[in-house]
């Protein structure tokens, strides 16, 4: 059984930082492509961050420069470090696994993330 566990979420202020990690399990995670998404209420999930299995790494053009994603294979977990954190960062943040050559997916329960004074 395959879980995605985040955690890490919370209430910042802006300009604040927060780190979100998720923990794999049920899976090969270091052949797995992970990423970070986000949904605010009334809006569409948005890929903010994604790292490849050889660890190239993109972002949304809205968080580069402020956060960073990382995984750690031998704990089989994926990082999102969030610096200078702004009201426009609020939402639901989902980690997500995909196998290679798309054949599988698979999604955390989402954790919340809040930034406000």
């Known amino acids: 059984q395959v879980q995605l566990v985040e955690s890490g979420g919370g209430l910042v202020q802006p300009g604040g930082s927060l780190r979100l990690s998720c923990a794999a399990s049920g899976i090969i995670f270091s052949i797995y492509a992970m990423g970070w998404y986000r949904q605010a209420p009334g809006k569409q999930r948005e890929l903010v961050a994604g790292?490849?299995?050889?660890?190239?790494?993109n972002y949304a053009d809205s968080v580069k420069g402020r956060f960073t994603i990382s995984r750690d294979n031998a704990k089989n977990t994926v990082y999102l470090q969030m610096d200078s954190l702004k009201p426009e960062d609020t939402a639901v943040y989902y980690c997500n696994a995909r196998a290679p050559f798309h054949t599988g997916e698979y999604w955390g329960q989402g954790t919340q993330v809040t930034v406000s004074s």
């Open positions: 790292i490849t299995s050889g660890g190239n790494t």
